[in-house]
């Protein structure tokens, strides 16, 4: 796993959910059934994510999203092929 | 001290935002206050002067008690008459009345403004917002405005802010410069987030009594129903957010027994095929970053105002055994908080909103319940409520009103249901529509056309 990623992925969670900061995230727990996450909480993960990775994350990728492992794989993938 | 919401009873003014010799207009925000769920910024509706700070920061009052005096527009300095003011009276259905105000005026003074009471209480029904002042009678004559209890105890006035050179509203509140203090922080380096600029509390790192539950409930409104985004609560010392919880929990439960002990309920509900409009929010979307994207809860919200717009005696309370209809569309959206309990701030307007602009404003609520923030008038205002459980799972939510509202829409998740489309069977994407609705104000077949509107609202994207 990228740690890289894996950190901005956590990043951006603890910001929709502070609480959980300090706390060890199991990699395969789905965010919004374990957070008790709903739409608002995970379209403010979303955009946290884009804004620190600069990649945009369209809707239909959104079911990647939902576990911090599936998350950083998908972004590892996305910001891959950028170029900066 | 307002009255925030049905149940509520006492409130802690945290933070002064104005000093004597200020001037203010309507809607100025003059107070932070905390209640058993938030730290709610609390406005005026008069203009005119501030004359004296009555309670200090930091002191919790019951609901009615004189927090300062103003002196209104055009009034003499030092005239003894000056009206009392309190940013809204806990008894607003009396204010509309040509007598004095029975809440917020101190026995001693009583004598003194009798003749001027009457002009003051016509004034400060015509300057409130009416959705405020129903809104805040919640048909409870026992808990509505505890006579005065002002008299027993006077806790030092709060501490004038030194004028500034021009006479303007003073940069800081009292309590940011006590800290600034404390801190050793200077505090002109400081930028502020109150009111026209000010340096408040929060700036300085401190966030006193910030709600924060993930989920923003509705006042009181119906308990079952889930919130569009949940809010966490402050770090607090445990002992003290057990009692705000307990606090929390028994103003909810003083709301929702007098919803069910007054309110006649009936419930109508129907379920409504939004693969089309999902369809449409999906390409509204795809070309968008996601700060920009529209959430479907904001569209049920849209599709709920413009009903409102069309059915106005569904928008607007009970009050004195008649319905009083709303002059405004403010629709509570509830928000359940973390760890349990319910708040339901209010989209001002949300019936003047575009799409993209309600959604905005659905955003910025839920941070405000969130950090802070959340003003006065968006927890009295609601003129309906919809509570939106589809995130939480559940196909059907039976509401409970929140007093002295007369109307809950209650919104299940999506589900995928077999549908007849033109003569075959497809699957299509589909919600649980609920209306619980007062049977005083209404009856069944208006309550079916409203439900109807809101539906169709929700089928015509195009519309919204």
Redesign the interface.
């Known amino acids: 796993m990228n740690d890289r990623i894996r950190d901005q992925v956590a990043a951006a969670l603890f910001e929709v ?3 959980l900061e300090g706390t060890t995230i199991d990699p395969d727990a789905d965010l919004l059934d374990t957070f ?6 995970f ?2 993960f ?2 946290g994510l ?1 804004e620190r990775l600069g990649t ?5 990728d959104y079911p990647h999203l939902r576990t911090l492992g599936g998350a950083v794989a998908y972004l590892e993938d996305a910001t891959s092929g950028s170029v900066t | 001290m307002p009255s925030l919401g049905a149940g509520m009873d006492a409130g802690k003014l945290l933070e002064w935002y104005v000093a004597p010799g200020d001037r203010v207009k309507r809607g100025d925000i003059v107070a932070l206050v905390e209640t058993d769920k938030a730290a709610i910024e609390v406005e005026i509706f008069e203009a005119g002067e501030i004359e004296d700070l009555v309670i200090a920061e930091g002191t919790k009052v019951p609901v009615g008690t004189v927090l300062a005096h103003l002196r209104p527009v055009g009034a003499a300095p030092g005239d003894g008459a000056s009206p009392p003011t309190a940013a809204a009276p806990a008894e607003p259905g009396k204010a509309a009345e040509p007598e004095a105000p029975a809440e917020p005026v101190e026995p001693e003074e009583a004598a003194a403004p009798v003749a001027r009471a009457p002009a003051a209480a016509r004034r400060a029904a015509e300057d409130r917002p009416p959705d405020r002042d129903r809104a805040t009678a919640a048909g409870q004559p026992a808990s509505a405005a505890p006579a005065a209890p002002v008299g027993a105890e006077r806790p030092a006035p709060a501490t004038p802010a030194p004028p500034t050179a021009d006479g303007a509203r003073p940069r800081s509140s009292p309590y940011a410069r006590r800290l600034a203090s404390e801190q050793g922080t200077a505090i002109d380096a400081v930028t502020g987030s109150g009111p026209g600029g000010a340096v408040v509390a929060r700036d300085l790192g401190d966030t006193p009594g910030a709600a924060a539950p ?2 923003l409930p509705a006042a009181p409104a119906a308990p079952a129903t ?5 809010s ?2 402050p770090a607090t010392a445990p002992a003290e957010e057990q009692d705000r919880d307990l606090a929390m929990r028994q103003a909810i439960a003083r709301a929702m027994a007098q919803s069910n002990r007054e309110i006649p309920h009936y419930h109508l509900g129907q379920h409504v095929d939004v693969e089309d409009t999902l369809r449409w929010l ?1 390409d509204r ?2 070309d968008r ?3 920009e ?1 529209v ?3 904001a569209v049920v919200l849209r599709a709920v105002a413009l009903a409102c717009r069309e059915h106005p005696d569904f928008n607007g309370f009970w009050i004195d055994d008649a319905l009083q209809r709303a002059d405004r569309v403010n629709v509570g959206v509830a928000i359940s908080l ?1 760890g349990g309990g319910l708040i339901a701030p209010a989209l001002l307007d949300a019936d003047q909103m575009e799409l993209d602009d309600l959604m905005s404003a ?2 910025d609520l ?1 941070k405000r319940t969130r950090a802070g923030g959340l003003r006065g008038s968006e927890l009295t205002g609601s003129t309906i409520t919809v509570t939106n459980l ?3 799972g559940v196909e059907t939510v039976h509401g409970v009103i929140y007093p002295p509202q007369v109307s809950l829409v209650g919104v299940g998740r999506v589900q995928v249901l077999p549908a007849v489309v033109d003569g075959t069977v497809e699957a299509r994407r589909t919600i649980h529509l609920s209306l619980a609705a007062d049977h005083r104000a209404g009856d069944g077949h208006q309550g079916s056309l409203f439900l109807a509107a809101i539906a169709r609202h929700l089928t015509e994207p195009e519309t919204l």
């Open positions: 959910a502070p609480e008790d996450l709903d739409s608002m909480d379209l403010n979303v955009t884009t945009n994350i369209p809707e239909r | 993930t989920e889930a919130a569009t985004s949940t966490r609560k999906e979307n795809a970053p996601p700060a994207r959430l479907m809860a973390r659905l955003a839920v589809g995130d939480r």
